[in-house]
Structure formats: C-alpha cells, structure tokens
C-alpha cells in the first residue's frame, strides 16, 4: 500500500469515523483499517457495535499501490493533526512509513487478518427521516438509559413505528423518557439499540432527509460518502406504555417556566451538587419552595412566587434533582409538571412541545 494524499481530506475522513475507534490500546477495534484500491481509500473503524466507513474517492488521493492495513487509531490521529500539506503513507513490511516535509515516522502495524468483517450492505426496511429530528428525539431519550453495561435492554433505546410514526422510549426504571417523530410512510419496525451507540449514531455535519436501512441485526445510513451502521439488540423490548400515569391520578398540577425552575434547581443544590442528591419541593398557589437539608454540608431554601398556574392542593414532594433536571432539560419553554396521588411519579409535559414526555420517580422518605 501507498499512497499521497492532502492533510485536510485526510484529516476529515479520519476524524468522521473515530467515534468507531475502541479506547483499549491492545485490541485491534483501536485500530483503523485502510483498504486502497484504484477507485480510493476505505477508512473502517468499529468498536464491535458501532462502525463506520468513509471512502476517499481517487480523484482525491493518488494512490500509488494497492493493500489492506490495521494501523492504531490514536497515533495515526495524532500524526496527522500534526503533519503538513501533503502526506506520504507507505507499507513496508509489517510497518507503516508516513511522511512530509521535513518529518518523518514509522509505526508497527497491528494484524489487519483479526480485525473483524463489517457488512456495510444496506438490508431491511428503508425509513426516510429527518435528520435533525432524530438528533434531537435521540438527545431528549438518551439520558433517560442506564450506564449499567450489564443491563443491556436497559441501556438501550427502543425505536418502534406506530403508522407514520416513530416512538423512542428509554427507561432506567426509575424514570422514562419518550419522544415522537413522523416519517413519510408507516413502516412496521420495532428495534433497541445502545443508547451510547445511538448518541454517536448521526454525526452534527448531516443535515435534511436521511434514508435508514432498519432489519432485525443492525441499523444504518450513507451521507457523503460515509456509511455508518449500529447492531440492534436482539433482546425484546418491554412493554412499558402504561408506565405513564392516568389523568385522573394527577392531582397536583404546576405550571412554570422551564428555565425559573431550572433556576431555584440550580440555587437549591449548590449545598449538596452530588447527582444521586434529593431536592424537597413545597408547591402551592402562591410559591414554589426548592430545598435541601443535609447534616454533612447544610441546607439550602430558594423561594419563587413566578407560578404560572397550580392546581391541587399543597404539597410537598422529594425528587432526585439530576433526574429532574435532565428532564425539564430538554423542553423550551414553559412546562407541566403533575405529580399522582400517590407522590410517586412526576410527569412532565409542554403545550409547545407535545411530542415529548418525561416521568422522574419520586424519592421517598420513610
């Protein structure tokens, strides 16, 4: 293998699929597998669920000799970010030879024969879809799914299609995350995947209509040259639609500012800012009280009597304040806030963003 090729176009290709690359140094998913043709450049990278190709067409990179190569991701990152205008890479042997101007390196390659085969062919139903609204229903799920490696169906989010609908749910099981999207025709899909994957699934660059290729093994997309792909969990998905709380149930009805909220949140918990912390909240007509009282650092009490509308009696309410926060989070403007009779759900709502539904478990105190 050999070839020329400009620091800018190199640098770009390599930076669209690093979020493939595996962190672990001593495994070949470190590693970045080129393949030079006459007709360009293959750039892979998977973490084993993950992965991406980008493919440099020949008329922008003059390749020399044709080869296959595994070479690891964060030297050959670093060096070009480091390299000037044009860049030699050459394989002799069981290295790589890269140069320019002035500068010179080699770097021992990893074995490109153990790096797994990725089938980038797109199968499965085709799903026309924006962009930018899966970006963002992507976004308002993903915090809702556990970190806990270990709880695969509960790391991931679900993506199923209702008509001309596409529904995204996530849950850690202490609270629960929904969005909705509509797409140009009613598919019938019904799949999970890794929420962390699914984050790093629709790079910022891609804009307007994409086209998803969805089957029962992996999910993915070409835009610019770039194919990207994710594994779907083949564990099913549970039913959680009745997770959410009956109208009737919900007696206790606040509605305020997302950002007034966000505020006594922030003022309440610079006491005791550890994520896993409660925050009280006594709400009434009149004002909402943020508090929080802790032997081991003190207590806080913020005060706000900018309540667009409540109904319902007082009431005062624990809550897991980082899971509330993530959730008023990804609302604009002004929220719902209703909490059951029970004071064991909090679900939150927005008349200008409708499509989206957050419930937060309360903390209980015995």
Request: hydrophobic content about 40%; charged content about 25%; glycine content about 4%.
């Amino acid at each position: 293998m050999k070839f020329k090729i400009k620091k800018e176009i190199f640098e770009k290709e390599i930076e669209r699929t690093s979020n493939g690359i595996f962190v672990q140094g001593n495994s070949p998913l470190s590693g970045y597998y080129l393949k030079a043709t006459r007709e360009g450049l293959s750039i892979i990278s998977t973490n084993g669920e993950l992965s991406f190709k980008s493919f440099i067409n020949s008329d922008k990179i003059d390749i020399i000799e044709v080869g296959i190569c595994l070479i690891d991701g964060f030297f050959l990152k670093n060096i070009i970010k480091k390299s000037e205008n044009f860049i030699n890479f050459e394989i002799k042997s069981t290295e790589a030879l890269i140069s320019w101007e002035n500068a010179s390196f080699s770097k021992v390659l990893k074995d490109h024969t153990i790096f797994p085969e990725v089938n980038f062919d797109p199968i499965g139903i085709k799903v026309k879809v924006n962009a930018k609204e899966l970006k963002k229903a992507i976004k308002n799920t993903h915090f809702a799914a556990s970190s806990n490696v270990n709880s695969p169906i509960l790391s991931s989010i679900n993506i199923k299609s209702q008509d001309n609908i596409l529904i995204f749910s996530a849950t850690d099981t202490n609270r629960f995350a929904s969005d909705k999207i509509s797409i140009s025709e009613p598919v019938d899909i019904d799949v999970s995947i890794n929420s962390e994957n699914l984050k790093n699934f629709i790079p910022s660059e891609v804009e307007g209509e994409i086209e998803l290729f969805v089957s029962e093994n992996k999910v993915n997309f070409t835009y610019d040259n770039l194919t990207i792909q994710t594994k779907v969990l083949n564990v099913p998905y549970k039913d959680i639609s009745n997770v959410i709380p009956k109208p009737e149930s919900l007696i206790y009805r606040l509605k305020i500012e997302k950002k007034e909220i966000l505020s006594l949140i922030d003022k309440a918990t610079v006491i005791a800012p550890g994520k896993d912390s409660a925050i009280t909240f006594h709400l009434s007509k009149k004002e909402i009280t943020a508090s929080i009282s802790k032997q081991e650092t003190g207590q806080s009490k913020v005060k706000s009597d900018k309540v667009i509308k409540y109904s319902g009696e007082d009431v005062l309410i624990n809550v897991n304040f980082k899971y509330l926060k993530d959730a008023i989070s990804v609302f604009d403007k002004d929220i719902n806030i209703f909490v059951d009779e029970r004071k064991t759900r909090i679900l939150i709502i927005s008349e200008h963003e409708k499509t989206i539904t957050q419930l937060v478990g309360l903390v209980l105190k015995w």
